[in-house]
Structures are given as structure tokens and as C-alpha cells.
């Protein structure tokens, strides 16, 4: 079993909403994504989602877009909630209205041994060059987020097993290496986590490789060529 990642998907919806604007290696992605996915990920493998799903506003409008995840290769996807994933719910309608094979972590793990993930979306974090009440906003919104990832990793500590975290928002950068994010990976120790969010980043610009025993993959769809992420293998 290996486990991979892919983040950043951002499906039409049913409201058929494209890409292309934001560039030409955006042209027909989600078939890109579909090609990609299934030359690498086998039926018994895991793909990790951290993010950015659908730009469908209500979970209704997003079903097209999870039943084509669904039909991917993989025997678990494992999402985290993105700043644009509008049609997230409660998890009880989310476990209601999905396809089985759609793991979605929120306050929990998941475990599938050796390995248990855990997660949570994250936020932006304060600047210097954002108005006073904007980093007053970002400091809430992180100090919850933080909240929820130390819940989510703390319930995969209890399960057992090789921990993998998942977060949209970067948990950290190169010229701001610790944060509330990362004062709580270093608590729980995962063996990888997985980011998305950013696009039309250079590699300076972003967090990757092994830091304090824990490996950082930066898994934007339009970052890695639509193509999955090899991550963990057990």
C-alpha cells in the first residue's frame, strides 16, 4: 500500500466553473488529473486531498466532482477541508450524500495501519504589511485552526500507528519556519505533512523536505503537474 497526495484540485462544480483563466496549464486538468492519477495510484492505494476540491458553493453542486474522485484508483481519498470548499458540511451529511471511499477529517483521525492521518484546513498567517484588524482576524482564525489540528493529531496519537497530517494552508515558510502550526507537529511528531494553497510559487517560496524528523511535500495540483505525490509507502 502506498499513499500519495494531491491537492488544489479545484473541480468545476456542477456550475461547470474553469481554470483556464488563471493560465493555459490549467487547459482540461481534471482530465490531466484523471490520467495522472490512475498511471500511479493502484485500487489498494490512499490519496490525500488537502484541500480545494470544488468550487461548487453547496454539497448538492459538488457530488459530480466527489463521484469523480470516486472513481479514481485508491481505496481511501482522505480530504481536508479548503478556503474554497464552500460546500463542506457537517460531517454527518457529508458521510450521508458521498461516495464511501471519501474520508473526510475534521476534530478526528482516520486510521488504515500502519498508518493513521489527522488534519485540519489552517489559515493565513499575520503580516506585517495587513491592517491591524486583519491580523487581529488571522490570529483567531489560526489560533482555532491550531486548536483543531492539535484535537485531530492528538486522536491520531491515541490510535496508533505512522502519522500523517494534512492541512490546505502552509503550515509554515522558509523565512517564518515556526509557527503555531508547526509548535504542534513538533508535539505530535508525523512522519510527513502534506500542504497545498499556494500556486505560481517559486521553490523558495515554499516549505519542502525533512525538518525536525518530519518530511514537508508541497502538493498543489498546478505545482506538480496535476500528477500525485508519492508520500508514504507500508
Known amino acids: 500500500m ?6 488544489d484540485l479545484h473541480l468545476p462544480g456542477d456550475a461547470g466553473k474553469t481554470m483556464e483563466k488563471f ?7 481534471a482530465e490531466r488529473i484523471a490520467r495522472n492519477w490512475r498511471s500511479n495510484v493502484a485500487d489498494e492505494d490512499i490519496v490525500l486531498i488537502p484541500g480545494d476540491v470544488s468550487w461548487a458553493m453547496r454539497l448538492k453542486h459538488a457530488l459530480e466532482d466527489l463521484s469523480f474522485i ?6 481511501y481519498k482522505i480530504l481536508v477541508r479548503g ?4 460546500w463542506w458540511e457537517t460531517k454527518r451529511k457529508l458521510y450521508a450524500n458521498a461516495p464511501p471511499s471519501l474520508v473526510f477529517i475534521h476534530n478526528d483521525a482516520f486510521s488504515v495501519p500502519p498508518f493513521v492521518f489527522a488534519g485540519t484546513r489552517g489559515w493565513e498567517l499575520p503580516d506585517p504589511q495587513a491592517s491591524e484588524e486583519e491580523n ?4 483567531r482564525l489560526c489560533r482555532r485552526e491550531a486548536e483543531r489540528l492539535e484535537r485531530s493529531l ?16 502552509p503550515p509554515c515558510y522558509p523565512e517564518r519556519p515556526e509557527t503555531p502550526f508547526t509548535e504542534i507537529l513538533k508535539k ?12 505560481n510559487v517559486s521553490p523558495a517560496q515554499v516549505v519542502r523536505g525533512s525538518r525536525s524528523g518530519t518530511r ?7 505545482a506538480v503537474d496535476f500528477t500525485p505525490v508519492l508520500v508514504a509507502e507500508g
Open 2 to 7: 502506498r499513499v500519495w497526495a494531491l491537492s
Open 23 to 29: 493560465g493555459v496549464h490549467w487547459e482540461n486538468h
Open 70 to 75: 470516486a472513481s479514481l484508483p485508491g481505496r
Open 83 to 86: 478556503n474554497h470548499d464552500y
Open 136 to 139: 487581529a482576524e488571522r490570529d
Open 154 to 169: 492528538r486522536a491520531a496519537g491515541e490510535s496508533g500507528g505512522r502519522i500523517i497530517a494534512l492541512l490546505h494552508f
Open 188 to 199: 505530535y511528531e508525523p512522519e510527513a505533512v502534506v500542504y497545498g494553497h499556494l500556486h
Open 216 to 222: 514537508f511535500y508541497f502538493v498543489s495540483a498546478d
